[in-house]
């Protein structure tokens, strides 16, 4: 039983996740790490490719990593990222017509439902009392007379 549990670890896919890349300097690591941490994962979609098991994910680490020891900057990095898989590569897309909507949608959102709440809670309030008043004090004086009808019957 031990040894199956041990093959089952060796062979899962947390245990081939882990890239060991060599850098020259701590500047090519710092862009490393930021680059895998701000694309994103194709495959998985809500993860960056840092955090991502999947095979996609891995093929554009190595990919990172080996334009950077082109000595390729960040930006051209990005710029081939998007060029290649568009802007939904990036975490944090830039300001285009095609990404207007995601820029803007959810303020957009936002305006209209404050809007609403402050014309809903404005018609609440400025609501004329109707007749509703009257009819109140109509019922409330009926259900008054019979319980005093009531209680003089019960008396007599």
Same mark, same amino acid.
């Given at each position: 039983?031990?040894?199956?549990?041990?093959?089952?670890?060796?062979?899962?896919?947390?245990?081939n996740a882990v890239d060991a890349y060599q850098f020259n300097?701590?500047?090519?690591?710092?862009?490393?790490?930021?680059?895998?941490?701000?694309?994103?994962?194709?495959?998985?979609?809500n993860q960056p490719i840092g955090d991502s098991n999947a095979?996609?994910?891995?093929?554009?680490?190595?990919?990172?990593?080996?334009?950077?020891?082109?000595?390729?900057?960040?930006?051209?990095?990005?710029?081939?990222?998007?060029e290649r898989y568009g802007d939904f590569v990036l975490y944090?897309?830039?300001?285009?017509?095609?990404?207007?909507?995601?820029?803007?949608?959810? *303020?957009?959102?936002?305006?209209?439902? /404050?809007? #609403? =709440?402050?014309?809903?809670?404005?018609? !609440?309030? $400025?609501?004329?009392? +109707?007749?509703? *008043?009257?009819?109140?004090?109509?019922? /409330?004086? #009926? =259900?008054?007379?019979?319980?005093?009808? !009531?209680? $003089?019957?019960?008396? +007599?």
């Open positions: 039983m031990k040894i199956v549990m041990l093959l089952l670890l060796l062979l899962s896919p947390i245990a300097n701590p500047e090519q690591q710092a862009a490393y790490q930021s680059l895998v941490s701000e694309l994103r994962c194709l495959v998985c979609q095979e996609l994910a891995a093929d554009l680490r190595r990919q990172v990593y080996e334009m950077l020891q082109q000595g390729k900057s960040k930006a051209d990095i990005q710029q081939f990222m998007t944090n897309p830039p300001f285009k017509a095609k990404t207007g909507l995601l820029w803007l949608g959810p *303020v957009v959102f936002l305006v209209v439902g /404050l809007i #609403a =709440v402050f014309l809903f809670t404005r018609r !609440k309030k $400025t609501v004329p009392p +109707s007749d509703s *008043v009257s009819e109140n004090t109509e019922k /409330l004086a #009926a =259900v008054r007379r019979l319980l005093t009808d !009531k209680d $003089t019957e019960n008396l +007599s």
